[in-house]
């Protein structure tokens, strides 16, 4: 779907620069010489990169039928959602002004490039590819530079591999990632060592290495890794910036025929002060009040700033809001950090949405006197405001057949399946849940 949608865009781009040209180019002759760049509109690139990319320079030849494919050129990257350009000429010498429009690139990832770093890699892309900032868009002809950059690379050093790339979730935020992957050689993971004495030390990490150790050594799998297990003990310990550099490591390739290439993997981590809880203060709550809320989080000004009993807390004031029926809640802490005095102040932003109310509940999959059973048991009244902690726990108890629902009926299903239907103009929800 996003290879038409693009597509389109760019026909809808072509469209629009030879527009601009040709009103502008009316009264200036077939061909002339460059004589300045220019580019406006972009907040990530400067006029030397996209001047670079356009391949155009002071004293180049050019015509109207050139600049229209360079245009095109342009759109078709994915890094710009809009391209126009105009020109002006004098004396058979024109300036040319391109205006930009950025589009969303997301950050790359080199899952398995083991040989490289990742600063060698990104050389290696922005030689061929001067736009290329460590991001890449969704979808458009950049992809296809950095694709050859990599395959250029791999081959430079001998080895065969095809290189392939896809979007995916970002282990370490709700966001995604753009992941380049070879299919050629492979390496297990040997070991796993950290530069700092926290980790180094804690034998929890000790007992979770087997996450990575005896694996095929994945950049994606690593830094899944540094987010669920390494990270959470740097939080709890109130250092809120830890931070991890790019995994080094040294290999060890396979060199008879039963052998096997190794990586000892060594994580970076730049642990950051340590932190105290000055106070929390909250926003755009109206149903319930700041008192309330604080008391839900337990870390209190003077106390450590435990990254994991803060994030608990703002994930008890959202299942507060569901249990009075704001489904949509949002909690979003903004940290406000004071180095000189060791202190982090949380000015926490509340959007409550509407409060939804209990519609209608939709069963199927069970036997008419189970479905009949289930709906005597259920406690949520149409109308009555809806409690999504009643919810999950009546969900948790129907994921097997149970007595304290069912009695001694026999009921047998082997998986449940549920879906909330919201109406946004009445505010009521209906509960659907399928049985099989």
């Not at 250029?152 to 753009?178: C, T, W």
Request: aromatic letters at 8%.
């Amino acid at each position: 779907m996003r290879v038409h949608r693009f597509a389109l865009i760019s026909v809808c781009f072509s469209c629009v620069v030879f527009a601009a040209c040709h009103l502008a180019a009316q009264s200036v002759p077939p061909s002339f010489v460059v004589a300045e760049v220019h580019a406006s509109g972009s907040h990530r690139y400067s006029d030397v990169q996209i001047a670079a990319t356009a391949g155009l320079k002071p004293g180049d030849p050019v015509d109207r039928d050139e600049l229209q494919e360079i245009a095109d050129r342009l759109a078709r990257l994915g890094v710009f959602s809009t391209v126009n350009f105009r020109f002006t000429a004098k004396n058979n010498r024109a300036t040319i002004s391109f205006e930009l429009e950025d589009a969303m690139v997301v950050p790359v990832m080199f899952e398995n490039f083991p040989w490289f770093s990742d600063q060698a890699l990104s050389d290696e892309i922005r030689r061929a590819a001067p736009l290329f900032d460590g991001g890449a868009p969704q979808g458009g002809s950049l992809l296809q530079q950095i694709t050859a950059a990599l395959s250029a690379k791999l081959a430079s050093r001998g080895i065969k591999a095809n290189v392939e790339h896809a979007l995916v979730a970002q282990p370490s935020s709700d966001g995604e990632i753009m992941q380049f992957r070879q299919d050629g050689p492979s390496f297990t993971v040997s070991s796993v060592q950290f530069n700092d004495w926290m980790a180094q030390n804690s034998g929890k990490l000790h007992d979770r290495v087997s996450d990575l150790v005896g694996k095929r050594f994945s950049r994606f799998a690593i830094e899944v890794f540094e987010n669920e297990q390494v990270r959470p003990i740097y939080l709890s310990a109130g250092q809120l910036r830890v931070k991890f550099g790019a995994p080094i490591l040294q290999l060890s390739e396979a060199s008879g025929e039963n052998a096997s290439s190794t990586v000892i993997v060594q994580i970076p981590i730049q642990p950051g002060p340590v932190f105290n809880i000055s106070g929390v203060t909250w926003t755009g709550n109206m149903a319930i009040d700041a008192a309330a809320l604080s008391r839900l989080v337990t870390v209190k000004a003077g106390d450590l700033a435990d990254g994991m009993r803060l994030a608990a807390g703002w994930q008890q004031v959202e299942l507060e809001y569901g249990h009075r029926g704001y489904l949509d809640a949002k909690v979003s802490p903004v940290p406000q950090f004071d180095d000189a005095n060791g202190t982090v102040a949380y000015n926490v932003k509340i959007m409550e949405g509407p409060q939804y109310r209990m519609g209608e509940l939709v069963i199927t999959g069970l036997s008419v006197d189970a479905a009949r059973t289930l709906r005597n048991a259920w406690r949520l009244a149409p109308g009555q405001i809806f409690d999504k902690t009643y919810l999950d726990s009546m969900l948790a108890k129907l994921e097997k057949p149970t007595v304290a629902i069912f009695g001694e009926m026999p009921v047998h299903y082997e998986k449940m399946g549920n879906w909330l239907r919201p109406n946004p103009e009445n505010h009521v929800i209906d509960v659907l849940i399928d049985f099989q």
